[in-house]
């Protein structure tokens, strides 16, 4: 089984509009998909690569041009400049959790296996789902199941489990889903854990507040004309993407000068989202929620 099949790759790497010469950054490269078309298209050029987890190393590129980085792109302008490699011609990013996380039983990210509650994305992490549904109060893990999972009924979900443990830990897939069973719709089981899951997941990985670090720093690493290509896969993901791009904040308003000109850094290229077609989702069916965006940065921005 490979490590991950990349999602919209041929779409995302035409996104970039690769200079040969120039500096690219893949700050989620998990299975290297990207890395490796973005290296077939480089002559003297140079590509940085990031990835928290340090499973994704056995993926690595053995490539002059190619610096594989063990951190979370929260952290990318420091890790550019300390490489020189800032300013940058084009970042990408796919933030989706990879096959391989998906597939290993250990990861406890998939509902399909009986595994401890884990999900972290770097095991360096001391936070785990199985201990945030051990020692988070009511009102935090509704906030969670509300804010990242959506869920309607949050604050109930919440203290179910707050009465669940004083009765027994919660430590796996199993405990969590026979726990909150009687919040599922019939035929619809699996679509609620997963919005339950997802909502541990981005918590656990600090994934919201990781991606706005990363967007803003990306409007000061990015050359002019340069490209910022981004494929998310839920709603709080692409809206987030899409308000930057369109504005340069995370509310989507555009601000202007005393002359009336928007002050926005980047211009989008996709006014709506690019998707995956009917044959790539039935050849990976984990690509059809996702959603690739594309910014050039503006000339001139300050």
């Known amino acids: 089984m490979s490590y991950h099949k990349t999602v919209l790759l041929k779409e995302s790497i035409e996104g970039l509009d690769i200079k040969p010469e120039g500096i690219y950054v893949d700050v989620t490269f998990g299975g290297g998909g990207h890395s490796r078309e973005i290296l077939k298209r480089l002559k003297k050029g140079k590509l940085i690569a990031f990835d928290q987890d340090e499973d994704a190393f056995v993926n690595s590129i053995d490539d002059e041009r190619f610096t594989l980085v063990n951190a979370n792109f929260r952290f990318m302008k420091n890790f ?3 490489h020189n490699a800032y300013p940058v011609d084009g970042i990408v990013a796919d933030l989706g959790v ?6 290993d039983p250990e990861r406890g990210f998939s509902i399909r296996f009986d595994s401890e509650l884990d999900l972290r994305m770097d095991r360096k992490n001391a936070q785990s789902a199985r201990k945030v549904l051990a020692e988070y109060t009511a009102e935090e893990l509704s906030r969670i199941f509300f804010e990242y999972g959506e869920l309607s009924q949050a604050k109930k979900i919440a203290n179910t489990i707050i009465c669940e443990r004083k009765v027994m830990e919660i430590k796996t897939t199993e405990d969590l889903k026979a726990v909150l069973h009687q919040f599922t719709e019939r035929g619809k089981e699996n679509k609620f854990y997963a919005k339950v899951f997802q909502a541990l997941r981005i918590e656990i990985n600090s994934e919201i507040e990781a991606l706005k670090e990363f ?3 990306s409007k000061e690493v990015i050359k002019d004309e340069g490209r910022l290509v981004v494929i998310s896969y839920h709603s709080l993901e692409d ?3 899409k308000n ?6 995370f509310d989507g308003i555009v601000e202007k000068d005393f002359y009336g000109h ?7 290229i996709t006014r709506k989202p690019l998707t995956p077609d009917p044959e790539e989702i039935n050849n990976n069916n984990r690509a059809r929620s996702a959603k690739l965006r594309i910014a050039v940065k503006k000339i001139n921005d300050k």
């Open 262 to 268: 928007e002050k926005s850094p980047m211009k989008m």
């Open 80 to 82: 550019l400049v300390f």
């Open 244 to 249: 930057f791009m369109k504005s340069g904040n």
């Open 98 to 103: 990879s096959s391989h996380q998906i597939n």
């Open 215 to 217: 967007l803003l720093q």
């Open 239 to 241: 809206r987030l993407v």
